[in-house]
């Protein structure tokens, strides 16, 4: 069972800023972005570009994680 979210630092175009995400999320972001031979950082900027202004950027990187292994699933 997953324990409370840690807080992870991320530097988004040279801004610091942190995230609160469960560890196993945390993780397979990090999987991801190895994965895709691309700093986590790097994506981190991706996703919060993307996203809609009115949703956090933790729930943003949880869906972008739930939705990556879906697609790699299935």
């Known amino acids: 069972m ?3 979210p ?3 630092s991320l530097s988004l175009r040279g801004h610091r ?3 609160s995400l469960e560890d ?3 993780l ?3 999987d991801i972005a190895t994965a895709d031979g691309r700093p986590i950082n790097d994506l981190a ?9 009115r ?3 933790a729930s943003a990187i949880r ?3 739930l939705n990556r292994l879906r697609r790699d699933v299935g």
């Open 2 to 4: 997953s324990g409370p």
């Open 6 to 8: 840690r807080k992870h």
């Open 17 to 19: 800023t942190s995230v």
């Open 24 to 26: 196993e999320f945390w």
């Open 28 to 30: 397979a972001f990090r």
């Open 45 to 53: 900027a991706e996703i919060d570009a993307a996203r809609d202004p």
């Open 55 to 57: 949703t956090g950027l």
């Open 63 to 65: 869906v972008f994680v």
